[in-house]
Each structure stands twice: as C-alpha cells, then as structure tokens.
C-alpha cells in the first residue's frame, strides 16, 4: 500500500526559511513533487523532481526553493527561503508511478504561513 507523508510545515516571517520533508513508500516512484493550495485558489505547482535528478520549478519560487531527493530513502525535501506571505498555503507532496498510464499518490498536506 503506498503511503506519502509531509512533515516540517509551520509558522515563519518573512524572510525566513522553512524545510519541508516527504516520504512515500509502498513503491518505486518515477518522481515527486510539491504542490500547495492557498485559501479560495487551485493547488499549484511548487516543485517537481524526477527519479533521475531533473527538477521542475514554479516561476513564483525559482531561485528562492530548492527541492531535493534521497532517492534510497524515497523521500523528498523542499528548502524553502525568502519566504514571502504569499507562499502561505497547505503544502502537499505527491508521488509518481510512470508506466502506461501515470499513477499519482498524495500526501495530507502540511500547513505553512508566512507573517509579514
């Protein structure tokens, strides 16, 4: 059974910086990647990331996240700086089987608020 959790969410100013972890299991996955969803707005993409290391990044985060990948652990990590109020959302990370068809798993989602 897959399973994907979130972990590392919280309450951070402006300027600050957060680390958001995930870890799936139950499968080998072709990828991962973060989304979030603010208050009244669709999920978006944050930040993908491939088995083989190639990344993908919203235009709104580039130069201020990174997302990384422990490919051996299945986990993922998304290093957030520069934080801005505006990347206040629910966090969720989401896994990946590409085959025939994609498979996508998703996390609970973890909350992250920026203060300005």
């Known amino acids: 059974q897959v399973q994907v959790v979130e972990s590392g969410g919280g309450l951070v100013q402006a300027g600050g910086s957060l680390r958001l972890s995930c870890a799936a299991s139950?499968?080998?996955?072709?990828?991962m990647g973060w989304y979030r969803q603010a208050p009244g707005k669709q999920r978006e993409l944050v930040a993908t990331?491939?088995?083989?290391?190639?990344?993908n990044y919203a235009a709104s985060v580039k130069g201020r996240f990174t997302i990384s990948r422990d490919n051996a652990k299945n986990t993922v990590y998304l290093q957030m700086n520069s934080l801005k109020p505006e990347d206040t959302a629910v966090y969720f990370c989401?896994?990946?089987?590409?085959?025939?068809?994609?498979?996508?798993?998703w996390g609970q989602g973890t909350q992250v608020t920026v203060s300005s």
């Open positions: 990331i491939t088995s083989g290391g190639i990344t």
């Open positions: 139950g499968s080998i996955f072709s990828g």
């Open positions: 989401n896994a990946y089987i590409q085959f025939a068809s994609t498979q996508y798993y």
